[in-house]
Every structure is written in structure tokens, then in C-alpha cells.
Antibody, heavy 123, light 109 residues
Framework: EGQLVESGGGLVQPGGSLRLSCAASGFSFSAYWMHWVRQIPGKGLEWVSRINNDGRTTTHADTYADSVRGRFTISRDNAKNMLFLQMDSLRAEDTAVYYC????????????WGQGTMVAVSS | EIVLTQSPGTLSLSPGERATLSCRASESVRSNYLAWYQQKPGQAPRLLIYGVSNRATGIPDRFSGSGSGTDFTLTITRLQPEDFAVYYCQQYSSSPPVTFGGGTKVEIK
């Protein structure tokens, strides 16, 4: 059974940086497009970013949400079954639980989710 | 951007009753890429339905999805205690590729 485990969250000051990691196991990681989704506590889900299976990102319009474009960078290492999200110039409104999720090919749905990692941006 | 509007915001029902949740898209959802998720407090979302009406692995048959184009429905027949949660719809299309509805909370009456 597939599993995703995020790490790297924490408390950071506005303008700071964090790098989130997501370790995949139990499925063919390199075959899946991977995404980051975030959720402000008590609020709904917001798509953040995606990367295709071989690590190439598509046009920025399809790679990042408007709210993070130019500040966040998604990447992956298929040899290590790892997904990353580099978050720079963090703002208070980036405070949320960040989930990594795998998009099932041909289904357009997220079958595997991590447990989430909390990012808090505050002075 | 395809905007998904879920209604109602909160549904108050008793165990054993039927729940009908709505998800309306601002434009037609491509290739019927419409999914439903269940989320309980402190947990990640769990996939229930993909492709409008296909149950994900291990999902009980009391959950069903229907609809097409811009109007979609998640139905839960005979609500069980573990079904009280927040439900989200999600579509996968172009630019941006993924959007979620605002959620419907199913609470115990």
C-alpha cells in the first residue's frame, strides 16, 4: 500500500524560507505526477503546485497557484522517491497544513495523501 | 479557472438518514474528472469517488456519485456514525489544473 510522509514544517518569520520534503513508499513513485495541497486550519483545501512524473514542470500557469507563483519551487528526486517544496518569501497567509498527494493516472484524483506538515509564518 | 460551489455548507442529519451533497462547477468539467473526498478532524482527506461515479478502493457502497457537465452529487445512504465529516469535491482540468469546492460539513442532528 502506498504511503507518503511529509516533513520540514515549522515556525518561520515572515520573509523566511522553508523546504518541505515528502517521502514516498509502496508504489511506483516515478510513474505519478505529484502535487502539494494546503489547508489553513479550519478552512478548505487549496491546490499549491504540481510536477510531472519525470521532474519537468510545465508552464508556470499550470505548475503553481497564483498565490505562490514566484515564491515556491517544486522538485522531485525519483531515485530517492522524494518530493520537495522550497518555500521562499513566506507570508502570514502561507500558514497552513501542507499535504503531498499523488494524482492517479487517468483518474484525475488524489489516491494517496501524506499526513500533512504544519507551516506557521509569524513574527 | 473552474470554480466549484458546494451546497449546503452544513447538513444536519441523524444516523440512518440519507445525505445528498451538491457540487456545481462554473464550467463543464473535462473528461468527467470530478472526485469526492471525506475529511475528519486532524486527518488528511480520503478519496471516496473518482470519475464522477467510481468508488475508490475500500469505499462502502452506501457512497455513490452522479452527475455530468457542471452538476454533481454525492449521496450517502443510511448514514453511519463514522460518516459525519467534511466532504469536498475536486476537479482536474486545465490552468490551474486542480480546484476544490469549499466543503460540506455533515453533522449529527
Amino acid at each position: 500500500e502506498g504511503q507518503l510522509v511529509e516533513s520540514g514544517g515549522g515556525l518561520v518569520q515572515p520573509g523566511g524560507s522553508l523546504r518541505l520534503s515528502c517521502a514516498a513508499s509502496g508504489f511506483s513513485f516515478s510513474a505519478y505526477w505529484m502535487h502539494w495541497v494546503r489547508q489553513i486550519p479550519g478552512k478548505g483545501l487549496e491546490w499549491v503546485s504540481r510536477i510531472n512524473n519525470d521532474g519537468r514542470t510545465t508552464t508556470h500557469a499550470d505548475t503553481y497557484a497564483d498565490s505562490v507563483r514566484g515564491r515556491f519551487t517544486i522538485s522531485r528526486d525519483n531515485a530517492k522517491n522524494m518530493l520537495f517544496l522550497q518555500m521562499d518569501s513566506l507570508r502570514a497567509e502561507d500558514t497552513a497544513v501542507y499535504y503531498c498527494a499523488s494524482l492517479s493516472p487517468g483518474r484525475g484524483a488524489f489516491e494517496i495523501w501524506g499526513q500533512g506538515t504544519m507551516v506557521a509564518v509569524s513574527s | 479557472e473552474i470554480v466549484l460551489t458546494q451546497s449546503p455548507g452544513t447538513l444536519s442529519l441523524s444516523p440512518g438518514e440519507r445525505a445528498t451533497l451538491s457540487c456545481r462547477a462554473s464550467e463543464s468539467v473535462r473528461s468527467n474528472y470530478l472526485a469526492w473526498y471525506q475529511q475528519k478532524p486532524g486527518q488528511a482527506p480520503r478519496l471516496l469517488i473518482y470519475g464522477v461515479s467510481n468508488r475508490a478502493t475500500g469505499i462502502p457502497d452506501r457512497f455513490s456519485g452522479s452527475g455530468s457537465g457542471t452538476d454533481f452529487t454525492l449521496t450517502i445512504t443510511r448514514l453511519q456514525p463514522e460518516d459525519f465529516a467534511v466532504y469536498y469535491c475536486q476537479q482536474y482540468s486545465s490552468s490551474p489544473p486542480v480546484t476544490f469546492g469549499g466543503g460540506t460539513k455533515v453533522e449529527i442532528k
